[in-house]
T-cell receptor, first 111, second 112 residues
């Protein structure tokens, strides 16, 4: 069974304090790994899709990396507006477009 | 990216009743997805809806409980039937393409 585990469940940072969120996965065959940001009361906002080990993608203060077993979302010099829940999801080979999600990491950045 | 709207944004319903949630997309899409987000749990796929064919349900979800319509390439509905408090959740629609899935704002359902 495909599984996605995110850690930590919650993370508090001071503004400017860089850190990383982890997403480990167990799948039969990875087609893509997705990162989303979700603000309270809103739907998930698409950030990145990674496809193969060694791939990296960046957007503003966020950088996502992928290995064969896990992905990291690095947050550099975060600001309070980066506070949100970050979701990781995998899409497996086999033709289905289905995404399997982790439970998310709730990030709080204090000013 | 697609712009997705959902109606209603939230509702409070009595047990035993049904609620139909609408999902409207600003462009034509082949595949639409319905997810459920329960408190403290992962987003879980309910079913995939393709225009012109029957929806495909995931394990643990059945058509009698969650009937879906997909009348055209920009619109879909999900009905939550014979509701119980366990159906209290956020319901989200999502659209492809597969390598970038975009989500609507969600419908927050409370069943009393």
């Amino acid at each position: 069974e495909d599984q996605v585990t995110q850690s930590p469940e919650a993370l508090r940072l001071q503004e400017g304090e860089s850190s990383s969120l982890n997403c480990s996965y167990t799948v039969s065959g990875l087609r893509g790994l997705f990162w989303y940001r979700q603000d309270p009361g809103k739907g998930p906002e698409f950030l990145f899709t990674l496809y193969s080990a060694g791939e990296e993608k960046e957007k503003e203060r966020l950088k996502a990396t992928l290995t064969k077993k896990e992905s990291f979302l690095h947050i550099t010099a975060p600001k309070p507006e980066d506070s949100a829940t970050y979701l990781c999801a995998v899409q497996t080979q086999g033709g289905s477009e289905k995404l399997v999600f982790g439970k998310g990491t709730k990030l709080t950045v204090n000013p | 990216s697609a712009v997705i709207s959902q109606k209603p944004s939230r509702d409070i319903c009595q047990r035993g009743t049904s609620l139909t949630i609408q999902c409207q997309v600003d462009s034509q899409v082949t595949m639409m997805f319905w997810y459920r987000q329960q408190p403290g749990q992962s987003l879980t796929l309910i079913a995939t809806a393709n225009q012109g064919s029957e929806a495909t349900y995931e394990s643990g979800f059945v058509i009698d409980k969650f009937p879906i319509s997909r009348p055209n390439l920009t619109f879909s509905t999900l009905t939550v039937s014979n509701m119980s408090p366990e159906d209290s959740s956020i319901y989200l629609c999502s659209v492809g393409p597969g390598h970038e899935q975009y989500f609507g704002p969600g419908t927050r359902l409370t069943v009393t």
